[in-house]
Nanobody
Framework: VQLQASGGGLVQPGGSLRLSCVAS????????MGWYRQAPGKQRELVAE???????NYADSVKGRFTIARDSANSTIYLQMNNLKPEDTAVYYC?????????????WGRGTQVTVSS
């Protein structure tokens, strides 16, 4: 599985951005996709995730501001980020978890920088 993320950039506090991630390859093996982020000096953390049946999970820090969605083919996910705050500044990574026999390895896309600053 290959992941291509896009949509990062510079935005003022209170602004919005939309991230996209396109999966290719053996997408039928995907059991979940999501977004993680890593700020300088901090560990990578889950932002939001979604399963093929549409079940979602969000970090408490983004609930009510971010929305994760997927297309009907389960090959593309989106992260709509509203009311962005400076603390949302980070490199955002697309993640896909696949089923490979008894194992569930993770795949990562290249990160996309999100900077929230006035």
């Amino acid at each position: 599985v290959q992941l291509q993320a896009s949509g990062g950039g510079l935005v003022q506090p209170g602004g919005s951005l939309r991230l996209s991630c396109v999966a290719s390859g053996n997408i039928s093996s995907i059991v979940g996709m999501g977004w993680y982020r890593q700020a300088p000096g901090k560990q990578r953390e889950l932002v939001a995730e979604i399963t093929p049946d549409g079940t979602t999970n969000y970090a408490d820090s983004v609930k009510g501001r971010f929305t994760i969605a997927r297309d009907s083919a389960n090959s593309t996910i989106y992260l709509q980020m509203n009311n962005l705050k400076p603390e949302d500044t980070a490199v955002y990574y697309c993640n896909a978890r696949i089923r490979r026999g008894p194992q569930f390895p993770n795949y990562w896309g290249r990160g996309t920088q999100v900077t929230v600053s006035s």
